[in-house]
Nanobody
Framework: VQLQAFGGGLVQAGGSLRLSCTAS????????MAWFRQAPGKEREFVAA?????????????QYADSVKGRFIISRDNAKNTVYLQMNSLKPEDRAVYYC???????????????????WGHGTKVTVSS
């Protein structure tokens, strides 16, 4: 297993959670990292992505789905080979299994496309109660 995601759980609407995903250095370095999610009975959808930057997340390009923009923040810590998803103001519709993924061959234009990602972690479940 090259990617491992942590941090899911049960939270009330309006609350926050932070997901973490740790990768091997080989998988993490120079890869775009992303979070996708799949709600019950729905297709997997893009949540957020962050490009590689040798100087850390402050130099990276980030992308967000419209549904999470302004509420979620993706970041990465190169020293820890870890990508984070800070989820604030959670809504019941955010309930899903969240997956992290890595794409070493990315372009900025493809960071939101799940079929471009080569490596996937096991999901972590997020439940939001109303």
């Amino acid at each position: 297993v090259q990617l491992q995601a942590f941090g899911g759980g049960l939270v009330q609407a309006g609350g926050s959670l932070r997901l973490s995903c740790t990768a091997s250095a080989r998988t993490f370095t120079r890869s775009a990292m992303a979070w996708f999610r799949q709600a019950p009975g729905k297709e997997r959808e893009f949540v957020a992505a962050i490009s590689w930057s040798a100087i850390g997340w402050s130099g990276a390009v980030t992308q967000y789905a419209d549904s999470v923009k302004g509420r979620f923040i993706i970041s990465r810590d190169n020293a820890k080979n870890t990508v984070y998803l800070q989820m604030n103001s959670l809504k019941p519709e955010d309930r899903a299994v969240y997956y992290c993924a890595a794409d070493p061959k990315y372009t900025i234009a493809t960071m939101n496309r799940d079929y471009e990602y080569d490596y996937w972690g096991h999901g972590t479940k997020v439940t939001v109660s109303s």
